[in-house]
């Protein structure tokens, strides 16, 4: 009678009976699905920065051309009244015409403080005008500057720079204006005299 063979082959490991190509593919689908889900927050979260940048860039070039023009508009304050200070090419120039002119009515009989007011004062008034009217062109647009916001959107600022440049407009404006009341009205310096001219 044959021998019956009463060795049982070893179970194979239960973890590794239990790792089957099925499971790894199950084990694998969920980490796809977790990193498909992260790359599609990551992309959302993303387009979201850019378009707020795109957003920001929008209001930023909206709020560009105004703050050029307030700037442009304090640096002209600000070049008028150095010009009203120093002097320009057109107050020579009606100063000039105004001498011109007061010697072309002069006569031949004319005395003295005729003939100063011809070549001094009336070129002296002429200048003091033309010098006040760049003052007071300087203190409008100056003052105009610093007013803007105001009357624009309550988040609306201008540059320190901007300001600061219209406040120096103000300033030099409103000196140039002072120096043209005391030429115009000969307060500053006295018209001056022939001794003994019309006695």
Known sequence: MPRMDTTKTPAP?????DTTPADLEKAETPQAAEAEADSAVTDEVTESDLDDEAF?????EDREP????????A??????????????????????RASVAARLELTQAADANAQIAAQFVDP???????????????LIIATFVLALPAFSSP?????????SVSWAG????????????????D?????????????
């Open 13 to 17: 490991n239960a973890a590794e009976a």
């Open 56 to 60: 920001a860039d929008d209001q930023a």
């Open 66 to 73: 105004s703050q050029v023009g307030s700037a442009a508009f």
């Open 75 to 96: 640096v002209v304050a600000a070049g008028l009244g150095v010009v009203a200070l120093s002097g320009s090419w057109v107050a020579g120039i009606v100063s000039e």
């Open 124 to 138: 002296w008034h002429s200048t003091a005008m033309v010098n006040g009217i760049f003052s007071a062109l300087a």
């Open 155 to 163: 988040e609306r600022t201008l540059p320190t720079w901007v300001r």
């Open 170 to 185: 103000i300033g030099l404006g409103a000196l140039g204006v002072l120096l043209f009341v005391l030429m115009y009205f």
């Open 187 to 199: 307060l500053l310096l006295a018209i001056p005299k022939a001794a003994g001219a019309g006695a």
